[in-house]
């Protein structure tokens, strides 16, 4: 089943140490282009991240968000900083002698001075983060597919009605040719017996005139190649894998197909078709952009 480019995933995954979220969302794009916004210290997993969304994805651009809580903390350390310290100290001290005041500085006071004591966190353990991680990017990478393919599902039917339709115009047109030959013909003979006034033509003049009007407006070659786009653009609508640029290559196939039959008509009814064939491609090159 085809997939649309289009979708929507997301997961969280803990355990005793880490909770890990994954959310990703994705539009049309002609290529794959995953962007990922992440904390810093997983900067090291970038490499298996992209790895492993390669796996579930092949075109779109993809936005990618992880965010990341440490349950236990134990990567975060006090740091006293000796030295900034006795340099309060010492201006207190000189503050006291100056003004001639009490010097009452406390170390519970001290301690509370600006950089006297601060927080550092150590480097996470990328392994131990590493498998929380992959889990959520999985889980979400699933959940990501099914959207795609629920919206392709979607897609499919859609295109298959355009194709239906496409094939009723190609087959009202392969109809209607013989037609308008053969109308030609008695236009011509027609003329020919009121130019003259008689009854007696020259058949063979005829049949070059018919012949040569013929070749003009046939279409058979494109209307024989449409017919081959449709049946192949039917066949990968049934496959399972990325089909998107191939059939964006079909669809202009198509579309220079169905111009070539318009600008030979020469007849009201088939020009309609023809129109409506053209317009019918267009939709198709549209909905096929959101395939992936």
């Known amino acids: 089943m085809i997939k649309s480019m289009t979708g929507y995933g997301r997961a969280e995954v803990s355990d005793e140490n880490y909770r890990v979220t994954v959310e990703m969302k994705s539009v049309n794009n002609r290529y ?4 990922i916004k992440m904390p810093r210290q997983l900067s090291q997993l970038e490499a298996r991240i992209r790895k492993t969304l390669k796996q ?3 075109r779109g651009k993809v936005d990618v968000f992880i965010t990341l809580e440490d349950l236990t903390q134990a990567n975060v350390s006090i740091k006293y900083n ?3 310290a006795a340099e309060y100290l ?3 001290q000189q503050m006291s002698e100056e003004l001639g ?3 009452d500085i406390r170390v519970s006071h001290l301690s509370r001075f600006p950089d ?3 927080l550092e966190e150590e480097a996470a353990n990328v392994e131990l983060i590493w498998q929380p991680l992959q889990k959520a990017l999985t889980e979400a990478s699933e959940n990501f597919v099914h959207a795609r393919v629920r919206e392709g ?3 499919y039917k859609d295109l298959t009605a355009k194709l239906d339709e496409m094939t009723a115009d190609v087959e009202f047109i392969t109809e209607r040719s013989p037609v308008i030959v053969a109308d030609y013909r008695r236009r011509l003979e027609d003329k020919v017996r009121e130019l003259l006034e008689e009854s007696t033509l020259d058949d063979g003049r005829i049949v070059q005139e018919v012949t040569i009007y013929a070749d003009k407006v046939s279409v058979d070659e494109e209307l024989v190649r449409l017919r081959s786009h449709i049946d192949a653009t039917r066949k990968a609508l049934e496959g399972n894998e990325g089909i998107g640029r191939k059939l964006d290559f079909i669809a202009q196939e198509m579309n220079r197909e169905s111009n070539t039959i318009l600008s030979k008509s020469g007849d009201l009814d088939i020009s309609d078709r023809a129109i409506n064939l053209k317009t019918t491609v267009e939709k198709v090159r549209e909905q096929i952009q959101n395939i992936e």
């Not at 794959?32 to 962007?35: N, P, S």
């Open 32 to 35: 794959l282009d995953i962007g």
């Open 153 to 155: 599902e979607f897609l």
């Open 90 to 92: 010492r201006y207190l």
């Open 56 to 58: 579930y994805i092949q």
């Open 116 to 118: 006297v004591f601060e």
């Open 101 to 103: 005041i009490e010097n």
């Open 82 to 84: 000796g030295r900034i």
